[in-house]
């Protein structure tokens, strides 16, 4: 396997038989609590990372459109939709997963709009979009109901 490969999988993730988006989200959602517990400024970093070396990989190995084995961007949306924690707990982890899932699999107005692009961009844009759109909502809920997340 090519390292492009490799990482657009993540790991071989992306060739899980069933769901192989929801498995990769999960996985990233465990290891962005790790991050965020351990030192919430490295998830910032790994969100950065997800998507710079994402990029190159999803362009290196999607010839065309969004091969289903593709998850990371999985990662680097549930990633994102970490950021909209203030600190993480069960709830607010729980919150960011399911919001970002939703988002991402109904494809409301700019993710669909993202998801109808070409090329890598397209692939990615669209789970940074619902990563996006969930952390803002999970910040949002934050700032009304202060103790809702923990």
Same mark, same amino acid.
């Given at each position: 396997?090519?390292?492009?490969?490799?990482?657009?999988?993540?790991?071989?993730?992306?060739? $899980?038989?069933?769901?192989?988006? *929801?498995?990769? +989200?999960? #996985?990233? !959602?465990?290891?962005?609590?790790? %991050?965020?517990? &351990?030192?919430?400024?490295?998830?910032?970093?790994?969100?950065?990372?997800?998507?710079?070396?994402?990029?190159?990989?999803?362009?290196?190995?999607?010839?065309?459109?969004?091969?289903?084995?593709?998850?990371?961007?999985?990662?680097?949306?549930?990633? $994102?939709?970490?950021?909209?924690? *203030?600190?993480? +707990?069960? #709830?607010? !982890?729980?919150?960011?997963?399911? %919001?970002?899932? &939703?988002?991402?699999?109904?494809?409301?107005?700019?993710?669909?709009?993202?998801?109808?692009?070409?090329?890598?961009?397209?692939?990615?844009?669209?789970?940074?979009?619902?990563?996006?759109?969930?952390?803002?909502?999970?910040?949002?809920?934050?700032?009304?109901?202060?103790?809702?997340?923990?």
């Amino acid at each position: 396997m090519s390292a492009a490969r490799h990482i657009a999988s993540v790991g071989g993730l992306g060739f $899980v038989p069933k769901a192989p988006g *929801t498995v990769a +989200s999960a #996985a990233a !959602l465990i290891l962005g609590a790790g %991050l965020l517990w &351990l030192e919430p400024a490295l998830l910032p970093l790994a969100c950065l990372a997800a998507i710079v070396i994402g990029l190159w990989a999803v362009r290196a190995v999607a010839e065309s459109g969004d091969p289903g084995w593709i998850v990371i961007d999985e990662v680097a949306g549930q990633w $994102v939709a970490l950021l909209g924690l *203030t600190r993480p +707990s069960m #709830a607010g !982890l729980a919150a960011a997963f399911l %919001l970002f899932r &939703l988002l991402d699999i109904a494809k409301p107005g700019p993710v669909g709009w993202a998801d109808r692009q070409r090329g890598a961009a397209a692939v990615m844009g669209d789970d940074l979009v619902a990563g996006m759109l969930a952390a803002g909502i999970l910040w949002a809920l934050g700032m009304r109901f202060p103790g809702l997340f923990g």
